[in-house]
């Protein structure tokens, strides 16, 4: 049957939360649990009644995107993480083909491509990830960016816990702040150039409604995190050149 996997779900008055249900539910993956964590809504709670009986709930007060992901976390019984926000979709095989793919690669975390969507549900751009051509230039990448989508990783519970979970401080960038931590600790991240996601553009998008903090957040994290990313990518180019020679 496979390890377990949580498909947690952070939800906070979102229209679109039965898509993301109904995407977790249909995984051919057969060993599947969802967690949906309500971070204090006042809005659409209705929207879940008619999946209370097939998924667990639990409800909190509101903290932020980053206090529902630990809490989901918390009280998974997977071993293994899959992040779905509550206005994305999973492609019905995308625990089926990532899990495959980890167990082949004995991966601890890896994420894959995506598609974007529209608010309609109408794909915008197929394929809409970065690729590197190795794995240097994708820690290069992290000086300026970030390149990976939250909700296409899959990640071992325990390594989770082992970095301390998700920054509650970090209100939009908790995301990359983890992807720091797993680079700098010289963790393997594993890619998979499958679209297995579809993320959803649209205006009520926090990081479209608070980009001034989103910004305030990445100078920090860029802050703290650059220095040790530019010694463990030194490392790297050392043994690449060790290993030609």
């Given at each position: 049957?496979?390890?377990?996997?949580?498909?947690?779900?952070?939800?906070?008055?979102?229209?679109?939360?039965?898509?993301?249900i109904q995407s977790a539910l249909s995984q051919t993956y057969p060993n599947v649990?969802?967690?949906?964590?309500?971070?204090?809504s006042t809005a659409y709670t209705h929207l879940l009644d008619p999946y209370r009986?097939?998924?667990?709930?639990?409800?909190?007060?509101?903290?932020?995107?980053?206090?529902?992901?630990?809490?989901?976390?918390?009280?998974?019984?997977?071993?293994?993480?899959?992040?779905?926000?509550?206005?994305?979709?999973?492609?019905?095989?995308?625990?089926?083909?990532?899990?495959?793919?980890?167990?082949?690669?004995?991966?601890?975390?890896?994420?894959?491509?995506?598609?974007?969507?529209?608010?309609?549900?109408?794909?915008?751009?197929?394929?809409?990830?970065?690729?590197?051509?190795?794995?240097?230039?994708?820690?290069?990448?992290?000086?300026?960016?970030?390149?990976?989508?939250?909700?296409?990783?899959?990640?071992?519970?325990?390594?989770?816990?082992?970095?301390?979970?998700?920054?509650?401080?970090?209100?939009?960038?908790?995301?990359?702040?983890?992807?720091?931590?797993?680079?700098?600790?010289?963790?393997?991240?594993?890619?998979?150039?499958?679209?297995?996601?579809?993320?959803?553009?649209?205006?009520?998008?926090?990081?479209?409604?608070?980009?001034?903090?989103?910004?305030?957040?990445?100078?920090?994290?860029?802050?703290?995190?650059?220095?040790?990313?530019?010694?463990?990518?030194?490392?790297?180019?050392?043994?690449?050149?060790?290993?030609?020679?």
């Amino acid at each position: 049957m496979g390890d377990l996997v949580t498909i947690v779900i952070p939800f906070y008055n979102d229209p679109y939360v039965p898509h993301a249900i109904q995407s977790a539910l249909s995984q051919t993956y057969p060993n599947v649990e969802v967690v949906l964590v309500n971070d204090g809504s006042t809005a659409y709670t209705h929207l879940l009644d008619p999946y209370r009986s097939l998924i667990r709930v639990i409800d909190k007060a509101n903290g932020g995107t980053a206090s529902a992901l630990n809490e989901g976390i918390r009280q998974a019984k997977g071993r293994y993480i899959a992040w779905l926000s509550s206005d994305d979709r999973f492609h019905p095989r995308k625990l089926e083909r990532q899990m495959a793919f980890m167990k082949t690669n004995r991966a601890r975390i890896s994420f894959t491509n995506f598609h974007r969507i529209d608010s309609t549900g109408r794909v915008i751009r197929t394929r809409a990830g970065r690729r590197f051509r190795s794995v240097i230039p994708f820690y290069e990448f992290f000086r300026k960016g970030n390149p990976i989508n939250g909700c296409t990783i899959v990640a071992e519970r325990d390594l989770l816990f082992e970095l301390g979970l998700f920054d509650e401080e970090m209100l939009y960038t908790h995301d990359n702040d983890m992807w720091f931590k797993v680079l700098v600790n010289r963790i393997d991240f594993y890619y998979l150039d499958e679209a297995l996601t579809e993320y959803r553009m649209h205006g009520s998008m926090g990081s479209v409604r608070f980009r001034p903090v989103v910004k305030q957040e990445l100078v920090k994290l860029r802050a703290k995190y650059v220095p040790p990313l530019n010694r463990v990518i030194a490392a790297l180019k050392r043994e690449e050149a060790r290993r030609r020679k």
